[in-house]
């Protein structure tokens, strides 16, 4: 069993930054995929960027140049770092993780983000 724990959530002004942070209390190695989702008040949980194993990364066309994941396996932490964000980033953002593409097993209890001036 993996716990996720998501942190770094908050009320930012449309155009500004923030650094989400979701520590894994597994070796980050055993996953094959690793993931950030964000579900909108009445709109459904959707892929926001994931990661695989290998190194190659996926993300939504509404958040390329934008967002980047990223790993830190030595502190067993993913990363999002949002930038230029707005109103419409504003969601619960939830991490994930899976051990076979495509299927995600564990989630994190999600952190708010709202843009709003």
């Known amino acids: 069993q993996a716990q996720l724990v998501e942190s770094g959530g908050g009320l930012v002004q449309p155009g500004g930054s923030l650094r989400l942070s979701c520590a894994v209390s597994?070796?980050?190695?055993?996953?094959?995929?690793m993931g950030w989702h964000r579900q909108a008040p009445g709109k459904e949980r959707e892929l926001v960027a994931e990661?695989?194993?290998?190194?190659?990364?996926n993300y939504a066309d509404s958040v390329k140049g934008r967002f980047t994941i990223s790993l830190d396996n030595a502190k067993n932490t993913m990363y999002l770092q949002m930038n230029s964000l707005k109103p419409e980033d504003t969601a619960v953002y939830y991490c994930?993780?899976?051990?076979?593409?495509?299927?995600?097993?564990?989630w994190g209890q999600g952190t708010q983000v709202t843009v709003s001036s």
């Open positions: 994930s993780a899976g051990f076979r593409l495509g299927s995600y097993d564990y």
């Open positions: 990661h695989i194993s290998g190194g190659s990364t």
């Open positions: 597994i070796s980050m190695h055993s996953l094959n995929v």
